[in-house]
């Protein structure tokens, strides 16, 4: 659950690089005829596999507080979709 | 009656994967509600988890398929360069809605972002089908773990309805077509 809503910051995060800076949005541009969006999609999916994997492995077989997680990951999910909204993205 | 192979795509896309996951959706927030919160014994339990797991890795596979198809398939008929000197923008749907005033923020609220808060729901999905895949009706004993799955779903929900709603819209004002034209059946004429 964490690693999903690390993965969706990711990729907001990601997405308002590459439309602030045009060497980023160059970068990201993994397949030209979808444009950046290819690389901000493909980046964000990679760091979420990648979260899940390293967090599997830290706390597979531990007993971890979900109060805490439950309401780290659905504030930076929350604040993903806020971080996708034009309107927000236009005023950062 | 015919169709571009464009439009199909839009199609299958759309009203496919899209509305049938919107679809979906309801019933696996229920679902999952029911089946691991009920204090009640429920029937045959092993029948109704395997059941919830299918439903749930089809939503997913439904999920994925339609933001692949969206950003790989469609947005790049959506948002092709014009090419100088065209004058008939009906084949770049981006650029005809950017044409117009009345028509821009379906561009630039309406695309951007669809083509971002969409990815969130096969992201959100697919979890909420690992950890019940993984937990099945053990869930009612996690409860943080239930609600954080719940909410994930919703959020998924809520993702895939912008998108879904701002697809719609924009289909509507700039339809994205051309290609191919597929007949689906000869008129009769009267």
Not at chain 1, 2 to 21: D, P, Q, T, V, Y
Not at chain 2, 132 to 155: I, T
Not at chain 2, 170 to 185: E, M, N, R, W
Request: hydrophobic letters at 50%; charged letters at 15%.
């Amino acid at each position: 659950m964490l690693s999903a809503a690390i993965g969706s910051l990711a990729l907001a995060i990601l997405a308002i690089a590459g439309n602030k800076s045009l060497a980023i949005k160059n970068t990201l541009n993994f397949y030209k005829p979808t444009g950046p969006l290819s690389g901000v999609t493909t980046v964000a999916i990679f760091v979420w596999l990648l979260t899940w994997l390293i967090l599997d492995r830290r706390w597979g077989k531990r007993s971890v507080t979900m109060r805490r997680i439950n309401t780290v990951s659905i504030g930076l999910l929350v604040l993903s979709i806020l971080l996708t909204f034009p309107p927000v993205v236009d005023r950062l | 009656m015919e169709v571009t192979l464009r439009s199909f795509w839009t199609l299958v896309h759309g009203m496919g994967f899209g509305a049938l996951y919107l679809l979906a959706c309801s019933g696996a927030l229920m679902e999952l509600y029911r089946y691991t919160a009920s204090s009640t014994p429920i029937g045959d339990t092993s029948s109704e988890e395997k059941f919830l797991k299918i439903y749930l890795i089809t939503m997913a596979v439904l999920a994925w398929t339609a933001v692949l198809t969206g950003a790989y398939v469609i947005y790049p008929w959506y948002r092709a360069a014009l090419p100088a000197g065209a004058k008939d923008l009906a084949l770049f749907p981006q650029r005809l809605l950017m044409s117009s005033p009345s028509t821009a923020g379906w561009h630039a609220l309406g695309m951007e972002w669809k083509e971002h808060i969409a990815w969130f729901a096969p992201i959100s999905i697919t979890m909420a089908a690992f950890v019940f895949f993984k937990y099945g009706r053990d869930l009612k004993n996690h409860r943080q773990l239930r609600a954080g799955v719940l909410a994930f779903v919703a959020a998924s929900f809520v993702s895939a309805g912008v998108a879904g709603f701002f697809g719609a819209m924009l289909d509507k004002y700039a339809p994205v077509q051309g290609g191919p034209t597929i007949v689906l059946s000869k008129g009769e004429s009267k």
